[in-house]
């Protein structure tokens, strides 16, 4: 029995070789560490596949979706967390000890030169609307969409209906597969 419904899988990139206790966001732009592909990817047929431009989210497309065409979306990007790129949470504290008071308090700062979760939500809307609106997708279909932890965090808070203070503690790991 054919299926009547499209599947869309997201999926956060392969671990990089930089520590994950450091803000990675869009400056920095590490390769993936295991470019193998043991996983329950192997069993889906994916039709189309949409990724952030970051090398992490490309070389693990490709690993999926080889020798396919891969959309790449701005829209996908990880946060821009501006110049606290590269900092560990201790030093954004000194650094910065505004950005966690405001944390704090309930509200959404912006990291300095960069963005906020509402900021990354409103790319998210732009993107599911987008792909949407041009008819990108369409019924019958498995699309895979490669993106960032805090993507994914956005996404799964807003389906969920979890208040935006607690996404931070919403955990994505590398390379899991969320339909």
Known sequence: KRKTTNQIF???HKKTKLSNEIFLGQKLDPKIVDKRNQSEFIKINFDSCFSSP?????????????????YVSNYLKEINYGDAEGLTYKEL???YPNIPKKWNLGLDPKFPNG???????????KFLNQIIKTRLINKRSNYLIITHNVILRCLIGKIFNINKTEWFKININY???LE
């Open 10 to 12: 997201f999926s956060r």
């Open 175 to 177: 390379f899991d597969l």
């Open 54 to 70: 970051a090398i992490r989210c490309l070389e693990t497309a490709k690993i999926i979706f080889n020798r396919r065409e891969i």
């Open 93 to 95: 504290i000194q650094k």
């Open 115 to 125: 963005e906020c979760l509402n900021d990354v939500s409103f790319r998210l809307n």
